[in-house]
C-alpha cells in the first residue's frame, strides 16, 4: 500500500505538471501570439466559391472561402463536459504509458533522416479555430510544407524508411495525444484538416463538422480514411455531429483498433482511391 501511495503521488505530481506546462502553451498552440497568423473565418459558416483565377489550394480546386453567417453551435453536456474529461484522463495516461515508444521513434527518425522528430503544421480546429498540430516527422527535411502528401508529386520519394513504418501503423498521429491534452483536440471527432483545404472545410461546414473538436480519429476514418473522396468524408464527419455520445465514442474507438491493425483505408497518394479503383 506504501508503494503504491508514492506512485499515485508521483503519478499526481507528473499531471499537476504537465497541466502547468499546457497551460503556458495553450495560448502559442492557437497563435494568440500571432494575430496576423489567425483564422479570418473562425467562428463563421462558410461557402467555397470557385474561381479559376486564383492558385489552387490544399484541395488542388481554384477559389477561395466567403462568410455567410456565423457558427450556432451549442454543446451538449457530454461533449462539453463529459467528453472533455475522457479526453483528459486518456491523454494523460497514454504520454505516461507511451513515453518509451516515443523515445524508441524519436531516436530512429533521428537516426534514419537527421533532423527535427516533431512535424508541426498549421490546422483546422473547432470553430475553425487555426490551432499547431504535431506529428512524428515520416518524410525527409525537404518536404514541401502545407501540401497534402496526396497532392505532392510521388510522395514516395519524400517518406523515409522509418517513416514508411510509422505511417503504415499510423504512429505518426501519436504526439497528438499532447495537442488532446492541451484541449485542441479531441480523442474523437472529425480529422483536422490543413488550415488551406477550402473545399473540405467548406463541405464539413454543410453538417455542422467544424463546430467540434477535430479528433485524433473518427467515424471517417473507420469507413475509408484516406481512400475517402472530400464529399464523403464531409458527411460521414457530419454524421458523427449527430451521433455525437459516449457509446458511439466508444464504437469509433474500437473500430480504430481494428483499422489500424489491418492499416484499413491508407493510401499514400491518395484521397478518394475508392473511386479511382471503381
Known amino acids: 500500500m506504501h508503494a503504491l501511495g508514492k506512485v499515485i503521488t508521483a503519478l499526481g505530481a507528473v499531471a499537476a505538471g504537465m497541466a502547468v506546462v499546457a497551460a503556458i502553451k495553450k495560448p502559442g498552440s492557437v497563435y494568440r ?22 492558385p489552387a489550394n490544399a484541395d488542388g480546386v481554384c477559389g477561395h472561402l466567403e462568410a455567410v453567417g ?48 516533431l512535424f508541426t503544421q498549421k490546422r483546422i480546429g473547432k470553430d475553425k479555430q487555426y490551432f499547431r498540430l504535431h506529428k512524428l516527422r515520416s518524410m525527409k527535411c525537404a518536404t514541401p510544407k502545407n501540401v497534402p502528401t496526396h497532392m505532392l508529386d510521388n510522395p514516395e520519394q519524400y517518406i523515409t524508411k522509418s517513416g514508411k513504418f510509422i505511417r503504415a501503423h499510423s504512429l505518426d498521429e501519436l504526439p497528438q495525444i499532447w495537442d488532446i491534452f492541451v484541449g485542441n483536440m479531441s480523442v474523437i471527432g472529425p480529422r483536422p484538416g490543413l488550415w488551406n483545404q477550402d473545399l473540405l472545410t467548406a463541405e464539413r461546414d454543410k453538417y455542422g463538422a467544424n463546430d467540434i473538436k477535430p479528433g485524433l480519429t473518427g467515424w471517417a476514418q473507420i469507413n475509408g480514411r484516406d481512400e475517402l473522396e472530400i464529399v464523403d468524408k464531409a458527411k460521414l464527419d457530419g454524421d458523427y455531429v449527430k451521433r ?17 491493425a489491418k492499416s484499413d483505408g491508407v493510401v499514400e497518394g491518395g484521397t478518394g482511391e475508392i473511386h479511382k479503383k471503381e
Request: aromatic share 12%.
Open 33 to 54: 501570439d500571432k494575430p496576423e497568423e489567425r483564422n479570418p473565418m473562425e467562428g463563421k459558416k462558410v461557402k467555397f466559391v470557385e474561381d479559376e483565377t486564383e
Open 70 to 117: 456565423e457558427t450556432e453551435h451549442k454543446a451538449g453536456v457530454y461533449e462539453k463536459y463529459i467528453k472533455r474529461g475522457i479526453d483528459i484522463i486518456l491523454s494523460f495516461g497514454g504520454l505516461v504509458v507511451l513515453s518509451p515508444v516515443f523515445l524508441v521513434l524519436a531516436l530512429w527518425i533521428v537516426i534514419d533522416d537527421p533532423g527535427p522528430v
Open 244 to 260: 455525437i455520445s459516449f457509446p458511439f465514442d466508444v464504437k469509433c474507438f474500437i473500430g480504430t483498433i481494428f483499422s489500424v
